[in-house]
């Protein structure tokens, strides 16, 4: 019985941490939007590459179409980059919303976390901004946060 207490007490810690979790990405990622939007906007969609090239931050520009303008991680890849319309945050930010998802990613091959919005630039052109960060590390730290847990429990 102790044991069966103890294993719903581990799963209902863990599913608290896992949703604490994404709440910190996304607002981490949506601060990371917040800065490439107001840098964004004062610039043509030709000119990014130019004025991101440093970045540090992980973002993607895409057109209404679902065409990727630019990508920080890619660049002068964006051509060979698939169409990312019916990707779920990107029709969150079309439809005027805040997008977040978190899933493989097909260019990169690993878990990230994604957060889009739509903004047009100074220049009339409408675009949707998605950051991303690695998400595996996020549940590498949750493993490790929930392995001292489980063995305080046991011991």
């Not at 979790?21 to 990622?29: A, G, S």
């Not at 209404?64 to 890619?74: I, R």
């Not at 899933?103 to 991303?132: H, V, W």
């Amino acid at each position: 019985m102790i044991l069966i207490i103890e294993g719903i007490f581990i799963s209902l810690n863990s599913t608290i941490l896992s949703n604490l979790y994404q709440q910190r990405v996304k607002q981490n990622l949506k601060q990371d939007n917040i800065l490439i939007k107001r840098l964004a906007e004062d610039y043509r969609h030709d000119k990014y590459k130019e004025v991101f090239s440093e970045s540090d931050l992980r973002f993607t520009l895409i057109d209404y179409n679902g065409n990727v303008v630019f990508d920080s991680k890619n660049i002068d890849r964006e051509e060979y980059m698939d169409n990312h319309l019916k990707r779920a945050e990107v029709q969150e930010a079309i439809n005027g919303e805040e997008g977040f998802a978190i899933r493989k990613s097909k260019t990169l091959g690993y878990q990230l976390a994604y957060y889009t919005t739509s903004f047009t630039n100074d220049f009339g052109e409408k675009y949707i901004i998605r950051t991303s960060s690695d998400y595996s590390k996020e549940i590498l730290s949750l493993i490790h946060i929930s392995e001292p847990t489980r063995r305080s429990y046991i011991s």
